[in-house]
Structure formats: structure tokens, C-alpha cells
């Protein structure tokens, strides 16, 4: 069955550090990949996602995704992190072509000043 | 062009009451997929519908839970006799095609509190 793993509950990061958020899969091919943040009160807003090829993946706001087949990772990362990405963020995963996502528990940031 | 919406954004019910949530699609999304979301965990699949079928209800409870998407109208999940493990945000996304390779949309959510 398929799952996904967020290990960090919460993060903290101070403005302009930069950030890595951990995400781990368990499927038995390649799944679509999916990163999401959630604002308080609000919905999800997809940030990237990856089908297939380049592994590396460039999203919104600034953020970027690896996919690393050997290490079943797809930890997003951020230079420089802005107050404004204060948010709890939600990895996901689905068959390709497939239409039930799966999330992950999901990482909360916290950033300070 | 407005995204998927969905109402009410708050809503609080009396233990064994019913509950009607409701979430229009964006413009030209005709599949709709309703997820909950419980306190500190992510958001588990419930139902996908298109319009006036259901394709799959895997993640729905066999009872009391229903949902529809009629040929004219917003999509519909509707919980009977709501109990207090139902508190939780009910999110609709919706789709132009079958699946993520189009991109979902997600609305803002409905907040059920039971008391």
C-alpha cells in the first residue's frame, strides 16, 4: 500500500536560512510526487510536482523538489526562507494517472525573526 | 475565474443533526473529490464523483456519509446524524480530467464542529 512520511512534525528556521523539509514514500513504482502548503484556515496550494524526468523540480514561491529513486525521498527545499512561508506544508503522492491522492501528515514551519 | 468554492466555511452542528456541505468546481471541472482533514493529520480521500456518478466512495464511511454531483448544482456531501469524531475540515478539489496529471484545484474547506 501506498504511504508517505513527513518525520518532522514541526520546524523551526530563522528568515534567510535555508529550509529543508523531508518527505518519504512507500510505493512499488515511480508515483506522482506532490508538494502542497497550507495556510491557516485556508486550502492547499499545490507548490511543484513531479511525473517523471528531471528530478530536480522548480515550483513557486521559490521552492524546489528532488526526487531521489534510491533514497524513495522527495524533500523540498527553499534557499532563503521569507516569514511569509510560515505555513504547514504536505507532501502527497498517487498513481500515475491515478486519482487518490495520499498525504503525508504534513511539516509545520515555524519562521523567526 | 473563479476557484472552487466552498460553503459554508463554518459550521457547527448538534450531535445528531445533519450536516450539508457544499462545493462548486471551477469553470469547466467536471470531477470533484472531497477530502478530510482531522486535528494534525493530513487529508485522507473520501469520495471522487463526476457528474451525476460516483466513481469512488472507498474512503467514505458506509454510513451516514453520502454524496452527490447532480447535472445542475454544486457537488453535495452530506452527513446524517452527525457525531463528534465527524468534527473536522472537509475539503472539495475539483479537476478537468480524471486524476492529478490535470492538476487539482482545492476549495477553502468547511469546518464542521459538532457539539
Known amino acids: 500500500a501506498q504511504s508517505v512520511t513527513q518525520p518532522d512534525i514541526h520546524i523551526t528556521v530563522s528568515e534567510g536560512a535555508s529550509l529543508e523539509l523531508r518527505c518519504n514514500y512507500s510505493y512499488g513504482a515511480t508515483p506522482y510526487l506532490f508538494w502542497y502548503v497550507q495556510s491557516p484556515g485556508q486550502g492547499l496550494q499545490l507548490l511543484l510536482k513531479?511525473?517523471?524526468?528531471?528530478?530536480l523540480v522548480q515550483g513557486i514561491k521559490g521552492f524546489e523538489a528532488e526526487f531521489k529513486r534510491s533514497q524513495s525521498s522527495f524533500n523540498l527545499r527553499k534557499p532563503s526562507v521569507h516569514w511569509s512561508d510560515a505555513a504547514e506544508y504536505f507532501c502527497?503522492?498517487?498513481?500515475?494517472?491515478?486519482?487518490?491522492?495520499?498525504f503525508g501528515a504534513g511539516t509545520r514551519l515555524f519562521v523567526k525573526a | 475565474n473563479a476557484g472552487v468554492m466552498q460553503n459554508p466555511r463554518h459550521l457547527v452542528r448538534r450531535r445528531g443533526q445533519e450536516a450539508r456541505l457544499r462545493c462548486s468546481p471551477m469553470?469547466?471541472?467536471?470531477?470533484v473529490y472531497w477530502y478530510r482533514q482531522l486535528p494534525e493529520e493530513g487529508l485522507k480521500f473520501m469520495v471522487y464523483?463526476?457528474?451525476?456518478?460516483?466513481?469512488?466512495e472507498s474512503g467514505m464511511p458506509k454510513e451516514r456519509f453520502s454524496a452527490e454531483f447532480p447535472k445542475e448544482g454544486p457537488s453535495i456531501l452530506r452527513i446524517q446524524q452527525v457525531v463528534r469524531g465527524d468534527s473536522a475540515a472537509y475539503f472539495c478539489?475539483?479537476?478537468?480530467?480524471?486524476?492529478?496529471?490535470?492538476?487539482?484545484?482545492f476549495g477553502s474547506g468547511t469546518r464542521l464542529t459538532v457539539v
Open positions: 513531479y511525473f517523471s524526468g528531471d528530478t
Open positions: 469553470k469547466g471541472h467536471s470531477h
Open positions: 502527497a503522492v498517487s498513481d500515475p494517472g491515478g486519482f487518490k491522492t495520499i
Open positions: 464523483l463526476q457528474k451525476e456518478n460516483i466513481i469512488d
Open positions: 478539489a475539483s479537476s478537468p480530467g480524471q486524476g492529478e496529471t490535470y492538476g487539482y484545484t
